[in-house]
């Protein structure tokens, strides 16, 4: 869990999203090749047996 701004997040999701306004908090891709590239990195990273992946996410207002 998080806090932003006085608002308590959690449960954040990464995920591909080209035309809908808005995120409800999750990290949003629009960029389809960047979206398959990050799939092929994830891939990647679990075929090298990692489990967990540090995620640094900076807001601007």
């Excluded at 891709?29 to 994830?42: D, S, Y």
Aim: hydrophobic share 45%.
């Amino acid at each position: 869990m998080v806090n932003i701004w006085g608002k308590t997040r959690g449960d954040f999701g990464i995920h591909f999203d080209a035309n809908a306004p808005g995120s409800a908090g999750c990290v949003v891709i629009r960029n389809k090749p960047a979206w398959e590239a990050f799939q092929q990195m994830m891939k990647n990273y679990e075929l090298a047996g990692l489990k967990t992946v540090p995620l640094i996410v900076e807001y601007q207002r």
